[in-house]
């Protein structure tokens, strides 16, 4: 047998009912902050994502998949969505007709890590770019339709962390300070962190190694050596948000694990004890020159992206079931080739008028089709047999009501939808006939 490769998973048919549910639910919020769909490669030219030589993230060092096509053009898997679409945005000059753009895409993205619960090779990112406004603001707004996602979702347990990394020359400030700080624990270090303090001394504050350590409790922090205008602008940020009623958290410690931020940055946390490690559903921030870096014209961005396995991990243990059980309208349970061909015509009739319906395509005795529908979820069930070919009948039992009746043999078709109509509600989640008639 061949095996999935290590850190991919297969979505079974009774699992895809939730990841549907789970699209259907972005969407949805993505409608009403009106931000439009973009679908970019899943592979990119490998400058897409390895722009910069002294890029210290770890998703561009050490995770992207890389190799030669046929060709010998150098391609990446996309860990991620941001840089692609800056790419497209890029390439078919998206900000000459609207100077902003509010972009989201979903899709699997490939990173190279060590696999474990909430953590993938492959993995599902559902993000949302804004380009072209460098106004505090709608970093709110991207931070405010993240927390709609979750709400929309029922969990609750989640909070939004948030801090600035200031413009560059907060930062360069900041920088020098941080490296006069770190040099003095340069021996504490772990080896990451070393060739952090010389190539990105901000992603030091990022280390899970270091992190517990005393002297890394005690470096300075970026807020003291803000500038007027970051420092303002990440006010306006908290203004906004405490506007729109949507709770934060500061943490001077958050920098993000890429490279491209500056400002504002945030992550959503779940506070769900099942979860361990990955608790970090969704995160973002501003990237100012990621566009330009991208041989782009100077045009700010903003964004964020929610990893779509930890949303529905997160309903799941939250006890929320975003998908109904499968259901079918009709299941038709015929004996012999002629009740057979009756029964494929019949069925498809009603499919034509938008009933789910099935029937058994494995000649098995009639029991085995009793049990076949009931596993379906069948509202109702069709039998067909010698006596009712005879006599132009079928005979239909409601399943719900447990009401049996001899029909006329095509009157199934009305008969069911009337019925329906009657109910309160259809037993079909996937096509909700009593609201379409
Ligand atoms: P990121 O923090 O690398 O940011 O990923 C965003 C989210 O994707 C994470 O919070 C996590 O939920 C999910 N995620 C990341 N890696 C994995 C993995 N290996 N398995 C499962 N889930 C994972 C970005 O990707 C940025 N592009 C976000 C952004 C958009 N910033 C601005 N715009």
């Given at each position: ?51 910069d030589i002294n890029d210290t993230s770890d998703m561009v060092t050490k995770e ?49 890590e060590r ?46 962390k948030i801090n600035t990394l200031g413009d560059l020359q907060s930062r360069e400030k900041y920088r020098e300070v941080l490296v006069n700080y770190f040099k003095q624990y340069e021996d504490s270090l772990c080896e990451d962190c070393k060739n952090r303090l010389i190539k990105n001394p901000l992603r030091i504050l990022d280390c899970k190694v270091d992190k517990e350590k005393e002297f890394f409790k005690n470096a300075p922090k970026i807020k003291d050596y803000l500038n007027d205008e970051s420092k303002?602008r990440f ?14 958290v500061i943490d001077d410690n958050l920098v993000r694990g890429l490279d491209y931020y500056s400002h504002t940055v945030f992550e959503?946390e ?7 490690a990955?608790n970090v559903?969704?995160a973002?921030g501003r990237y100012d020159n ?148």
């Amino acid at each position: 047998m061949i095996a999935k490769p290590k850190g991919t998973y297969d979505i079974l048919p009774n699992e895809v009912g939730d990841w549907t549910k789970l699209e259907d639910a972005i969407r949805k919020v993505c409608k009403l902050y009106n931000y439009k769909e973009i679908r970019t490669p899943i592979f990119e030219s490998y400058n897409v994502f390895h722009r910069d030589i002294n890029d210290t993230s770890d998703m561009v060092t050490k995770e992207t998949y890389d190799f030669k096509d046929r060709s010998e053009r150098l391609i990446t898997l996309r860990p991620e969505g941001t840089a692609g679409v800056a790419r497209a945005f890029i390439e078919n000059k998206l900000y000459v007709d609207s100077p902003v753009n509010k972009l989201f895409y979903m899709g699997p993205m490939f990173r190279y890590e060590r696999p474990q619960k909430g953590r993938n090779r492959q993995f599902n990112q559902f993000g949302v770019e804004a380009l072209g406004s460098d106004s505090p603001l709608i970093d709110a707004e991207v931070i405010a339709l993240g927390a709609s996602i979750i709400r929309s979702l029922g969990l609750k347990d989640v909070s939004v962390k948030i801090n600035t990394l200031g413009d560059l020359q907060s930062r360069e400030k900041y920088r020098e300070v941080l490296v006069n700080y770190f040099k003095q624990y340069e021996d504490s270090l772990c080896e990451d962190c070393k060739n952090r303090l010389i190539k990105n001394p901000l992603r030091i504050l990022d280390c899970k190694v270091d992190k517990e350590k005393e002297f890394f409790k005690n470096a300075p922090k970026i807020k003291d050596y803000l500038n007027d205008e970051s420092k303002n602008r990440f006010e306006m940020v908290l203004s906004a948000l405490d506007q729109m009623q949507i709770k934060y958290v500061i943490d001077d410690n958050l920098v993000r694990g890429l490279d491209y931020y500056s400002h504002t940055v945030f992550e959503l946390e779940v506070n769900i004890l099942e979860f361990g490690a990955q608790n970090v559903i969704g995160a973002g921030g501003r990237y100012d020159n990621l566009i330009k870096d991208l041989s782009g014209p100077d045009i700010p961005g903003v964004g964020m992206a929610f990893g779509m396995e930890r949303l529905l991990l997160a309903t799941s243990y939250a006890g929320k079931k975003l998908s109904k059980p499968d259901a079918i309208h009709i299941y038709f349970i015929s004996l012999g080739e002629k009740a057979k061909l009756e029964s494929i015509k019949l069925a498809n009739i009603c499919r034509l008028g938008g009933l789910c319906c099935e029937m058994d395509y494995k000649d098995r005795g009639i029991k085995a089709q009793f049990k076949e529908a009931d596993k379906n979820n069948a509202r109702f069930t069709c039998i067909l047999g010698d006596n009712e070919l005879a006599s132009f009948t079928i005979n239909i039992k409601d399943n719900v009501t447990d009401e049996q009746e001899t029909i006329p043999l095509y009157d199934v078709y009305p008969y069911v939808i009337n019925k329906l109509n009657q109910a309160s509600s259809s037993p079909c989640a996937s096509c909700n006939i009593k609201k379409e008639n």
